[in-house]
C-alpha cells in the first residue's frame, strides 16, 4: 500500500489541479460573464412587472413587492459586478465566489429588515411573491437562449 501513496496522491494533484485550472478559464471568457448580466438584468426585468402588475392591485403591494426585488436585485447586481473584475488566480476566485454568496445572503436580509423598519405598512406576501419571481428570473435566461 506504501508503494501506491505517492501514484494515488499524484493523480488526485493532477486531477484537482486540472478542476481549478478548468474553472479559471471558464470563469475569465466573454460569454460567460454575458451570460451572468443577462440573468442579473433578467431579474430587474421580472421584478419590474411584479411590481407593475401589483400596482394594479394597490400601491401598498406594489411598494412592497420593490422592497423584495431590491433585497434581491441589489446584492446580485454588486455580486455580478465583483465577479466580472475576474481574480488572480483560481483559488482566489473560489473564495471570492464563496465570499460573495454568503454576503449576497447578508445583503439580502439586510435589506429585508430594513424594509420591515422603515415600512410599517408591508405586506409580506407581496414582499415574498416578488422576491421568488426574481429570484426564480435565472429560468427566463435557460429558455430565453
Keep these: 500500500m506504501a508503494e501506491l501513496t505517492p501514484i494515488i496522491c499524484g ?8 478542476k481549478i485550472s478548468s474553472i479559471k ?3 475569465n471568457k466573454p460569454w460567460c460573464i454575458k451570460v451572468m448580466w443577462k440573468i442579473v438584468g433578467l431579474q430587474w ?29 441589489v446584492p446580485s447586481t454588486l455580486f455580478a459586478a465583483r465577479l466580472s473584475l475576474g481574480s488572480r488566480n483560481a483559488m482566489s476566485g473560489v473564495f471570492v465566489f464563496l465570499i460573495g454568496e454568503f454576503l449576497k445572503v447578508i445583503a439580502s436580509v439586510a435589506i429585508l429588515f430594513v424594509a420591515y423598519r422603515l415600512d410599517p405598512s408591508l405586506i409580506w406576501w407581496s414582499v415574498v ?3 421568488a419571481v426574481t429570484l426564480k428570473s435565472y429560468f427566463l435566461a435557460f429558455f430565453l437562449r
Excluded: D
Excluded at 493523480?11 to 486540472?18: G, L, M
Excluded at 421584478?47 to 401598498?60: A, I, K, N, Y
Design 129 to 131: 411573491l416578488a422576491c
Design 25 to 27: 478559464l471558464v470563469a
Design 45 to 73: 426585468v421580472a421584478g419590474s412587472l411584479v411590481c407593475l402588475l401589483l400596482l394594479l392591485v394597490s400601491r401598498e403591494h406594489a411598494t412592497s413587492a420593490a422592497w423584495g426585488v431590491t433585497s434581491v436585485a
Design 11 to 18: 493523480f488526485v494533484k493532477n486531477t484537482c489541479a486540472n
